[in-house]
């Protein structure tokens, strides 16, 4: 935890607040202070304002929990998005990555996390009842469930699952196992019997 200096509040405010940021430590939260009072006029007055300016205008949206400055966001709202297919997500990080990928032209449900009773986090702390609202759509005909292959993941996706079992759509998982230029010996034990039961015709 950094410890502040007892004259220099701003300076030390400022540092607290970027050691809480993920991946953010102490000491690269002071690098990062100092890199920003260097280029003040370059970066830090334009981050400022950047971060304002997020603060103010983006919001969840209320249909999918993609972040995005319109309500609802641009892919729910676009028609040439293929409405009949939604790929459920754990964070919005992980839609960017698809997008990224261009390889997924549908919809998505952003849940908020995954379940864990450890941590105290139930369904009702996810976005699950705004998805099963969403799968009673008709034109709706696949949800993946995308969730990450961790426990929480998979927990998440079985009790999904579990809850759809009743409705006429089809619904698939994200297929797990030997990554594309992945050498065997470096694979752990999990992610090789995954990639074995998961095998298919070639």
């Not at 202070?33 to 950047?50: F, G, N, V, W, Y």
Request: proline share 5%; aromatic share 4%.
């Amino acid at each position: 935890m950094y410890k502040p200096s007892s004259n220099n509040n701003e300076l030390d405010h400022l540092i607290s607040l970027l050691s809480k940021v993920p991946s953010l430590g102490p000491r690269s939260a002071r690098r990062a202070a100092l890199q920003l009072i260097k280029q003040k006029e370059t970066l830090m007055r334009p981050l400022a304002s950047a971060l304002s300016n997020v603060a103010d205008n983006v919001h969840p949206c209320t249909i999918c929990g993609n972040l995005d400055v319109n309500n609802p966001c641009h892919i729910c709202q676009s028609n040439k998005r293929d409405q009949s297919i939604i790929c459920v997500i754990e964070d919005v990080s992980d839609l960017w990555a698809l997008e990224r990928s261009g390889a997924f032209r549908g919809l998505y449900h952003v849940l908020g996390g995954t379940l864990s009773a450890l941590d105290g986090v139930g369904p009702d702390d996810l976005n699950i009842k705004s998805l099963l609202s969403r799968a009673e759509n008709p034109q709706l005909q696949e949800i993946i469930i995308a969730t990450n292959a961790t426990v929480g993941g998979q927990t998440t996706a079985h009790y999904i699952t579990e809850q759809m079992k009743n409705l006429a759509i089809t619904i698939t998982r994200l297929a797990h196992g030997v990554p594309i230029g992945g050498e065997l010996d470096y694979l752990d034990d999990g992610t090789l019997t995954t990639a074995l039961n998961a095998r298919r015709p070639f």
